[in-house]
């Protein structure tokens, strides 16, 4: 969506105006097809934290930790670790899952006795688009590699155990050449739809029309093109 904004403020470097607006809608109507290809490639609905949520238990003197929180996307990890570890603490493992990726660290502990075991929570959970960082106070007392595993699993999992969700579905990016007799017809139906982030620019259309953007169910995407096909008497170009 950032790529879209920054085109619609495109001033392509030519001296014939018809053909600069041509070249901001070729441009954006090219993006537009690959962004929606993109996220079609795994649309979907998942389950996810509704908050942040904190679980402490302590095992043989060491002090377990767990923060629990909701993650859009990969790149928001780092900053969600960021907040939540503590520096003074010998141990910041944690592990994550977004759609079918992810990701663990041991952070200092044995492998695979502490990233893997907190992954195993959140895919046991069903929950999506999560992370889980459990930190560890060593309290002096050597655990072993099992020990470890149960101690940083079962931290996670009670974590997650009676977390707080909501259930999310995800949204696609659209867009959609209208002539400006029929906008009052297609807002209405995207009023219908509940859209959201309805942009419309009227440097970037064809002659006599502007270009509509917006992000929708990824569920009803087909309805909506249904329903507007049936209900405007001009056929419409989406994106």
Same mark, same amino acid.
């Given at each position: 969506?950032?790529?879209?904004?920054?085109?619609?403020?495109?001033?392509?470097?030519?001296?014939?105006?018809?053909?600069?607006?041509?070249?901001?809608?070729?441009?954006?109507?090219?993006?537009?097809?690959?962004?929606?290809?993109?996220?079609?490639?795994?649309?979907?609905?998942?389950?996810?934290?509704?908050?942040?949520?904190?679980?402490?238990?302590?095992?043989?003197?060491?002090?377990?930790?767990?923060?629990?929180?909701?993650?859009?996307?990969?790149?928001?990890?780092?900053?969600?670790?960021?907040?939540?570890?503590?520096?003074?603490?010998?141990?910041?493992?944690?592990?994550?899952?977004?759609?079918?990726?992810?990701?663990?660290?041991?952070?200092?502990?044995?492998?695979?006795?502490?990233?893997?075991?907190?992954?195993?929570?959140?895919?046991?959970?069903?929950?999506d688009?999560?992370?889980v960082?459990?930190?560890?106070?060593?309290?002096?007392?050597?655990? #072993? %590699?099992?020990?470890?595993?149960?101690?940083?699993?079962?931290?996670? =999992? *009670?974590? &997650? @155990?009676? /977390?707080?969700?909501?259930?999310?579905?995800?949204?696609?990016?659209?867009?959609?050449?209208?002539?400006?007799?029929?906008?009052?017809?297609?807002?209405?139906?995207?009023?219908?739809?509940?859209?959201e982030?309805?942009?419309?620019?009227?440097?970037?259309?064809?002659? #006599? %029309?502007?270009?509509?953007?917006?992000?929708?169910?990824?569920?009803? =995407? *087909?309805? &909506? @093109?249904? /329903?507007?096909?049936?209900?405007?008497?001009?056929?419409?170009?989406?994106?």
């Amino acid at each position: 969506m950032q790529v879209i904004t920054s085109l619609l403020h495109l001033q392509p470097n030519c001296c014939d105006p018809n053909k600069n607006k041509l070249l901001r809608h070729r441009l954006i109507c090219w993006c537009y097809k690959a962004m929606s290809s993109s996220s079609n490639s795994q649309p979907g609905a998942f389950t996810t934290l509704r908050e942040t949520v904190t679980f402490k238990q302590e095992i043989k003197k060491s002090k377990f930790i767990a923060i629990a929180g909701h993650i859009p996307d990969q790149q928001f990890a780092n900053s969600f670790l960021s907040r939540v570890k503590d520096p003074k603490a010998t141990h910041n493992c944690w592990a994550y899952k977004v759609g079918d990726q992810y990701r663990s660290t041991d952070d200092g502990e044995p492998s695979g006795t502490a990233g893997k075991p907190i992954q195993a929570a959140i895919e046991a959970s069903g929950l999506d688009r999560v992370m889980v960082v459990v930190i560890r106070h060593f309290g002096g007392i050597l655990l #072993g %590699s099992g020990g470890l595993v149960r101690a940083y699993g079962r931290t996670a =999992a *009670e974590c &997650l @155990k009676n /977390a707080p969700s909501r259930f999310v579905k995800s949204k696609v990016p659209m867009g959609v050449e209208v002539p400006f007799e029929l906008l009052g017809l297609v807002y209405h139906q995207l009023q219908c739809f509940k859209v959201e982030d309805i942009n419309q620019d009227y440097e970037t259309g064809t002659e #006599g %029309s502007t270009m509509v953007t917006f992000k929708v169910d990824f569920d009803q =995407a *087909e309805s &909506l @093109k249904d /329903a507007l096909k049936s209900h405007c008497s001009r056929e419409l170009e989406f994106y």
